[in-house]
């Protein structure tokens, strides 16, 4: 007994369900649309059981095609780094003024020094190579061991005061620790070093200061106060001041030495690196 | 017997069968347009990526073209960078704002003659009827049993379609890649993988669409339809079945024979034409419904067949339900195109369109930019001066090599280093930019040892292009030791 049941109003046939007096109208879906969902739903079993897809005890399934994103990304990383490998394999044998000639090769080592910059040097230097008091600015024009190339290696590779058989060493006595000069005399030579750069020194009476500098800075720090990049010793006339150029900064430098250790990295990193790294640092005083 | 019962005693279908739609061929003149205008957009995919358009040499000579490495579109003279993604925006907008216009003024003018979907199954139906017959034909072969030679039209008509469908989705990847090349490389299997991707795609979507799909994509799945009845309204031209004329309908025969009685009888004679023709298998004479794509195609069946009966035509045309209530009042019919409704459109299109040519007339070809670093943000040198370190973008979309001179000023006695550009004699900095291209430099500004600051100073970088004096500046900071 089929009763259809017609909607005066639209001309519809309803679903015969009723609720408080409200009647569904039946618009039915095509067949083809219910198609397409069976459809989608057979292809999430193709995909359920080819790809990672339900949470299992120790992990999801696996899957038949053992992919997994993290899988897909160690491919990448291996394809990128087979891809590396004949750049640094380049980087290995040609020099550093090859490096730089080479756009390609100066492009890689620059980043690749950045990197290793960020990993091994920014804790003491700073991420922007900026150093702070007792750790030089990398990106000013003042270098106490030398700025060019080879300089900037050689420093990177055996370190300063660092274990390691030919790393750069010197050591300023402490005048005023080991009693060599007094503390008026202390005062009257920071007074001189502190003219060398135009600045007034209370209480230090210049003329003592320029015979105790002679007698006792000159052999390290030359006759005009330049220093010397051979021996490492800064210079004192310029407007950098590793610990400070205040007078209580440079009484301290000359009464107790300072005497800062860089690491060496030869062994802790490739040499490769210390390659990219001498690049990337040159750079930052616009060496580039 | 309760109402549980009553559910389950008749049970109605929620799922409806696919009832095939046979479209009978017909002539007229929304036949003869729409065949017109099939041609016109179907020569137009096909052959517009053939058009050349010189540019030079350093650009590519092909008219339309979306360059997606390079990020570059570029459409006859108009070349558009990624940045400038806004233009198709606008383009969008004035799309959609057109769309609406065309739907106040004469309906679903889009669906019935320009759609895609329209013009690839009007193609396709051209091809049934040519390997099938037409509608009582077709009707016939798909209820006959499988012999021969329903074997064979099947398949010659499921090959052609293929082929169309694989010249279109062809004829889409051209568009991304120097047409001829690729037409080379496709010929001799060197195209590059993603080529065949793509049209392996849209083979499958045109050959399922155009094939089989056809009405069901108006009905079921585009928007369109639902949007476009919340936006008409009663004074927009749709195709109407004129009932204040046609009814009440009576074949022939019998009409005579009532109207010799003296009783009134209508002008259509229930012949089906207009059903038999109609692509997507709708009644128009039921009204203005969701399924009609309004093409006209029932207006030149309907006129066809009072032509031949000796009745005026025109039963089935544009024209409005108002139109008809005015008619059944005796009162004079009216169309009213221009109302608050059209005119707003107008204006909005106007001002849509303005805006995007005012920008494209004004657009800068050359451009500047300035990053300061930020890490350290200035270097204390050794003779007590201060440097500043920036990167400096120059843009340039010409197509020839375009040089800036770059100047700072701002800061007195300041010195400007380029890194890998050495100044001329006279000092300055010229910056040489490819074209198309943006070049980005670092640029070292040094303060003298005196200039004794904190904080920052406001300067500005200025570009001189050489060849036409024109300039291009940026402002930035220049920042001190201290604050």
Redesign the interface.
């Known amino acids: 007994m089929a009763n259809k049941e017609i909607d005066e109003l639209s001309g519809i046939e309803t679903t015969g369900h009723e609720w408080d007096g409200l009647k569904e109208l039946n618009n039915p879906l095509p067949k083809w649309w219910v198609w397409t969902l069976y459809a989608t739903i057979i292809w999430s079993i193709g995909y359920i059981l080819l790809y990672p897809a339900l949470p299992w005890f120790g992990g999801p399934t696996k899957g038949l095609l053992d992919w997994s994103s993290r899988g897909a990304v160690r491919q990448e990383l291996k394809a990128a780094r087979a891809e590396q490998q004949t750049l640094w394999d380049r980087i290995e044998t040609a020099d550093l003024a090859e490096i730089r000639a080479d756009p390609k090769l100066l492009e890689f080592a620059m980043a690749s020094g950045k990197a290793a910059f960020g990993d091994n040097c920014a804790p003491c230097h700073g991420s922007g190579a900026a150093g702070l008091t007792g750790y030089p600015n990398l990106n000013d024009d003042d270098w106490l061991w030398g700025g060019t190339l080879e300089d900037i290696k050689t420093t990177i590779s055996v370190g300063v005061r660092a274990v390691h058989d030919e790393t750069r060493d010197n050591a300023m006595p402490a005048f005023g620790r080991d009693g060599i000069l007094d503390k008026q005399q202390i005062l009257d030579v920071a007074g001189f070093v502190r003219a060398l750069s135009g600045q007034a020194t209370k209480g230090a009476n210049l003329d003592d200061g320029a015979i105790i500098y002679a007698e006792q800075c000159v052999s390290c720090h030359g006759e005009d106060g330049r220093g010397n990049q051979e021996l490492g010793a800064p210079n004192l006339a310029n407007g950098i001041w590793l610990y400070g150029g205040g007078t209580q900064d440079v009484v301290v430098s000359i009464a107790s030495s300072r005497n800062g250790v860089m690491p060496s990295w030869d062994g802790r990193v490739e040499p490769t690196v210390i390659k990219a790294l001498t690049v990337y640092v040159h750079s930052l005083g616009g060496g580039l | 017997m309760d ?1 549980t019962a ?2 389950y ?10 009832k095939k739609v046979y479209p009978q061929r017909v002539s007229g003149t929304f036949r003869t347009l729409k065949w017109a205008i099939l041609g016109l957009t179907l020569a137009a995919y096909y052959l517009l990526p053939f058009v050349r358009w010189d540019r030079g040499p350093n650009a590519p000579d092909q008219a339309i073209l979306v360059d997606l490495p390079g990020g570059r579109f570029y459409f006859f003279f108009i070349e558009i960078w990624p940045q400038e993604v806004y233009y198709f925006t606008g383009l969008l907008i004035f799309a959609a704002i057109a769309l609406f216009l065309m739907n106040a003024i004469a309906g679903r003018v889009w669906c019935g003659y320009m759609c895609p979907q329209t013009v690839w199954t009007d193609l396709f139906l051209m091809v049934e009827r040519w390997t099938e017959g037409d509608r009582r034909a077709r009707m016939m072969l798909d209820a006959a049993p499988w012999s021969v030679s329903k074997a064979y039209k099947k398949a010659s008509k499921h090959l052609m379609w293929l082929v169309i469908a694989w010249w279109t989705g062809g004829a889409w990847v051209l568009y991304f890649a120097d047409a001829p090349t690729l037409v080379y490389e496709l010929a001799t299997f060197q195209a590059p993988a993603t080529a065949w991707m793509w049209i392996g795609i849209l083979t499958l979507t045109t050959y399922v669409l155009a094939g089989f799909a056809r009405d ?1 994509v108006c009905t ?1 799945m585009c928007p369109w339809p639902r949007i476009q009845a919340a936006l008409t309204d009663e004074e927009a031209l749709n195709v109407t079945y004129k009932f204040d004329r046609g009814d009440p309908r009576h074949a022939l025969k019998r009409a005579a024979a009532l109207e010799a009685k003296g009783e009134r009888v209508g002008d259509c004679v229930d012949c089906y034409q207009c059903v038999a023709v109609c692509p997507t298998g709708v009644d128009i004479r039921n009204g203005l419904q969701l399924e009609c794509i309004q093409c006209g195609l029932c207006i030149d069946a309907c006129d066809t067949v009072m032509t031949k009966i000796g009745r005026p035509t025109g039963l089935i045309g544009y024209d409005t339900d108002l139109n008809i209530e005015r008619r059944l009042k005796g009162e004079p019919t009216k169309i009213r195109l221009i109302r608050p409704r059209t005119i707003i459109y107008v204006a909005v299109l106007i001002a849509v369109g303005g805006l995007m040519l005012s920008q494209f007339l004004t657009r800068d070809e050359f451009d500047i930019s300035a990053l300061h ?4 943000q200035f ?7 201060v ?1 500043n ?1 920036y990167t400096v973008r120059l843009l340039n979309k010409q197509l020839e090599r375009r040089t800036f001179a770059l100047t700072l000023t701002g800061l007195p006695g300041s010195r400007l ?1 380029v ?2 550009v050495d100044p001329l004699a006279d000092g300055s900095l010229e910056i040489g930019v490819p074209p198309d291209t943006t070049r980005a430099v ?1 640029v ?1 500004v040094f303060a003298p ?1 005196n200039a004794k600051a904190s904080g920052s100073t406001a300067v500005t970088f200025e570009a001189v292009e050489k060849a036409s004096g024109e300039r291009i500046r940026v402002e930035d900071f220049f920042k001190w030791p201290g604050q």
Request: aromatic letters at 8%; glycine letters at 12%; hydrophobic letters at 25%.
């Open positions: 109402d009553s559910i005693e008749h049970e109605p279908s929620f799922y409806a069968e696919h069901q079921y670093d930020r890490n350290p270097v204390l040198l050794s003779d007590g001066g440097r370190g280093e890194v890998g670092r070292l040892a």
